[in-house]
């Protein structure tokens, strides 16, 4: 579960930011995850409704942007942009060959008031 | 507590400079020449700072334009006019912000990497599960790079200095951190080790993460290269396994590699899925204990210091890749002065 943690980072710079903005409240959060980042979005969700309570983002609203990762495959060359990693490809069942991007783990916009 | 896995608290850790050993030939050591009797003092054992002059500290706070965000945040304002049916918030607005989760601790680790640039050293992280062989590759490392290659290390764990002790008699300066709870080393902890290093006339720091091979993989440290260390016992699908640590290496060393024979491992099959997993990082098969792939991996440390070592990861930490920039080879040699 470190996702726990990387969110309690998330929420401590929105706060920074919402503040910077001269807001009291932060009603949407909006994070980019990569494929390759190896954070797990389903657990960020987790750790989110467990952390926002006693922050300007308790009654906020959490989006995850997932970036997939290119995988080209070492058999059959087919591309895929996956966003989850997986070695086996969907066309052959041969190797995958990871790509770049899809590193991502970014806190992306807010909505404040 | 710690960004990525809670694990302890990262301001909590130690820093132990290591000094040789009583008795051991100080040809690469200091002295200390000021002492009251104007005698030199001999080597002790006990950990002291040693003092330098800083091109640059390591750790202190300074805004760089290119720390800034690319995209600053900005506001949305309702300055039009138009009629209302209903009532609602006029200062409901999107701040954009763009940035990396971890980004403080990337801010230190561009610190570092400035700062490792000013003096013309190439940093390597070293990273593996714990019982890899990163301290008994180090030790060999420094033993037959000595020449080419002089070096700094800092080593990482969550307890003991065991490891520094035993890298101290091997004729380079040894810091080591112990991190108490904290599953990896971080950017901080590396500014704070820095300053405990002598770094004159070093060439490559090498950084002996913790043995882990999940936290590590999201904290750059400032380093030029990931180096991703795999035992032959510990399976073909390790890199499958753990993705992102082995995504960002420049180079993954198979070790122990005296032991295949009697560890079953399918070497083409390893093989095939760091390829999967990291495409263009440098394979080398070695053991510490034999010296077989030793002299390889020498030569690539060698070559890679000679290429520009400190260009900023664009997505993620470490991600330069081995083989990335062969045609330039001088500025980094620039930098050595």
New interface residues.
């Given amino acids: 579960?470190?996702e726990?943690?990387?969110m309690?980072?998330?929420l401590e710079?929105?706060e920074k930011?919402?503040l910077?903005?001269g807001?009291t409240s932060i009603?949407s959060i909006s994070?980019r995850v990569?494929a390759?980042?190896?954070v797990v979005p389903e657990a960020l969700e987790f750790a989110f409704g467990v952390l926002k309570k006693q922050t300007l983002a308790a009654s906020a609203s959490l989006h995850i942007e997932r970036v997939p990762t290119e995988f080209r495959c070492?058999h059959c060359g087919a591309l895929s942009h996956l966003h989850e990693?997986r070695?086996d490809c969907p066309e052959c069942n041969g190797?995958?060959?990871?790509g770049?991007?899809g590193?991502?783990?970014?806190?992306?916009?807010?909505?404040?008031? | 507590m710690c960004d990525n896995c809670g694990c302890g608290d990262v301001d909590s850790f130690t820093i132990i400079p290591m000094l040789k050993s009583a008795g051991i030939d100080t040809a690469a050591g200091h002295s200390h020449p000021s002492h009251a009797d104007g005698a030199t003092a001999a080597h002790h054992d006990y950990p002291h700072q040693y003092t330098y002059n800083h091109l640059r500290e390591p750790q202190r706070e300074h805004v760089h334009a290119e720390d800034l965000s690319p995209e600053p945040r900005h506001e949305h304002v309702h300055d039009h006019d138009h009629p209302h049916t209903h009532s609602h918030d006029h200062s409901h607005r999107t701040v954009r912000v763009h940035t990396p989760i971890l980004e403080e601790n990337d801010r230190r680790a561009r610190h570092n990497r400035r700062f490792l640039k000013a003096r013309g050293i190439f940093a390597i992280n070293i990273v593996s599960s714990p019982g890899s062989g990163k301290t008994s590759l180090i030790a060999r490392t420094l033993e037959k790079a000595a020449g080419v290659l002089p070096a700094a290390v800092i080593v990482g764990d969550l307890e003991t200095a065991n490891d520094a002790i035993r890298l101290r008699d091997k004729g380079a300066p040894v810091v080591q951190i112990t991190t108490g709870t904290v599953c990896h080393l971080d950017a901080a902890m590396v500014s704070r080790a820095l300053k405990h290093l002598d770094l004159e006339d070093r060439r490559l720091l090498i950084i002996e993460n913790v043995g882990n091979l999940v936290c590590p993989a999201s904290y750059d440290l400032g380093e030029a290269m990931r180096v991703v260390l795999i035992s032959v016992t510990e399976g073909e699908d390790k890199p499958l396994k753990y993705p992102p640590i082995f995504r960002g290496a420049g180079i993954v060393l198979i070790t122990k590699i005296d032991m295949c024979a009697a560890s079953g491992l399918d070497m083409q099959e390893l093989r095939r899925n760091i390829r999967a997993v990291a495409p263009a990082a440098e394979i080398i098969e070695v053991s510490a204990r034999t010296g077989e792939g030793m002299d390889e991996w020498i030569e690539l440390l060698r070559a890679a210091s000679c290429r520009p070592s400190n260009a900023s990861p664009n997505s993620g930490p470490s991600f330069q890749k081995s083989g990335q920039n062969d045609s330039d080879h001088s500025s980094h040699s620039h930098a050595v002065s």
């Fill in positions: 579960m470190h726990i943690s990387i309690q980072n998330a710079l929105a930011h919402a910077s903005a807001a009603s994070l990569g390759g980042s190896g070492s990693i070695f190797l995958l060959i990871m770049d991007g590193n991502d783990l970014e806190l992306s916009h807010l909505e404040v008031s």
